[in-house]
């Protein structure tokens, strides 16, 4: 007799068939987009790019650079455009174990999550990175000539690009554990001093190391986290009064 294969089994058959979608679908996305890597790699480097003196530029130390860095920062927006589709496949191998009332939740979480991130990588490329580069160009000697590797300032970028998108998502972290009842807002506020600073240390780790950089980080940071707070509030009181 053939033995019935275990439902662990048929989940991880699942799961292997949506990571290969959402492989796919990036690679699909970087495809089409490797013919325009030099444009997307000057979008990405104009924040700094603009801020240096006038007939200097960045530079290249390694041989490989001018041409893998293109092309790395092309397959990282492949992948930040494909983030819907990504938390989508998230979204179906998961639903099928949720009640009606977790899927009605569930459904703006996903699509806040997916706007919050996007908003924090436009946050971080529109307001900190001129700022920043501002500030670092602007302090370095009149005797000395500022021109960037292009695969040191690529990491750095994505690094901050990573930082911010995944901090904007703290107001769902926030709402996720309210509403699970693993904790309740008014204990959340109550630890309002410890999560500032926790702010201000993470901040210190994932930001270059200048109070700017750190600020620009923690504060939004912190004003998310109250954020999340309000929603979960929100969330607490209309979970009660259809209990009632």
């Known amino acids: 007799m053939s033995e019935q294969p275990q439902p662990f089994i048929d989940h991880l058959i699942e799961l292997r068939d949506r990571l290969l979608r959402v492989l796919l679908v990036v690679v699909a996305i970087f495809a089409a987009m490797v013919p325009f890597a030099a ?3 000057d979008f990405v480097a104009e924040p700094l790019q603009a801020r240096l003196a006038d007939g200097t530029g960045m530079i290249a130390t390694e041989v490989t650079s001018p041409f ?8 990282v927006l492949a992948f930040f455009i494909a983030v819907p589709y990504v938390l989508y496949q998230a979204w179906a191998f998961i639903a ?3 009640y009606k009332s977790e899927k009605r939740v569930a459904v703006p979480i996903l699509v806040s999550s997916i706007v919050l991130f996007y908003a924090g990588m436009a946050f971080a490329y529109y307001v900190v990175f001129p ?3 501002d500030f670092f160009v ?4 009149s005797d000395i000539t500022v021109m960037p590797d292009i695969r040191s300032y690529l990491d750095l970028v994505l690094k901050l690009f990573f ?3 995944f901090a904007f998502e703290i107001p769902i972290a926030t709402v996720l554990l309210i509403w699970s009842g693993a904790v309740d807002a008014q204990s959340l506020a109550r630890k ?5 600073v926790g702010c201000f240390v993470f901040g210190m780790l994932l930001t270059p190391p200048d109070v ?3 600020s620009l980080l923690a504060v939004p940071m912190w004003l998310l986290f109250e954020v999340g707070i309000l929603f979960g509030r929100w969330i607490t009181s209309d979970s009660k009064k259809e209990s009632t």
């Open 192 to 196: 309002r001093p410890y999560v500032i």
């Open 131 to 133: 700022i920043i580069f």
């Open 163 to 165: 930082a911010f998108g």
């Open 138 to 141: 602007g302090s370095a000697h």
């Open 39 to 41: 444009e997307i790699y």
């Open 96 to 98: 099928p174990g949720l």
């Open 68 to 75: 893998l860095t293109p092309f790395k920062t092309t397959f």
């Open 212 to 214: 700017i950089s750190q």
